[in-house]
């Protein structure tokens, strides 16, 4: 079955990535991209919040194994805060603890800048940075695998 990135269904996508990352949706909170699997439903989502025009926060989360990963989503994921919000940075937070969330981002390209001292309740967090101009997902191009934004 395919896929369909979605927007503008943040208080379906915000809850469903906030339980998964140990947050709390408050309506309102922010914008959210999901990728929904048209048997399954949501298998992946990034929500934005607290944007400044410098910077965003991007917070993501995805069902297990890599049945979400495809390069549509990938690329939107970036065109979103990069070119419609028009930031120069992405800002993500993620515990020291979570290792794989650690080794996605580092994935994905974003940095690790500075860590926070017990600022979370299993140790520190971690505060990593993708910039623009480092940003290797805005090349890519839009792919037929998923239908399209809804």
Known sequence: MGKRII?????IVGPWVCSRIDGTW???????????HLEHGLIAGALYEDCNG?????????VPGGAWLCREF???MFHYPFEQLAVRRITAVVPEGNAQAR???EHLGFRLETRLKD???S??????????????WLALKRQSSVQGVH
């Open 123 to 136: 140790g520190d967090l971690l505060i990593y940075e993708m910039r623009r101009e480092d940003c290797r």
């Open 54 to 62: 410098a910077n965003v926060l991007m917070h993501g989360a995805a």
């Open 26 to 36: 408050v309506p309102g909170r922010g914008s959210t991209i999901g990728l929904l």
């Open 7 to 11: 927007v503008g269904k943040d208080n």
């Open 119 to 121: 600022a979370h309740p």
């Open 103 to 105: 080794r996605f981002d």
């Open 74 to 76: 990938l690329w939107f």
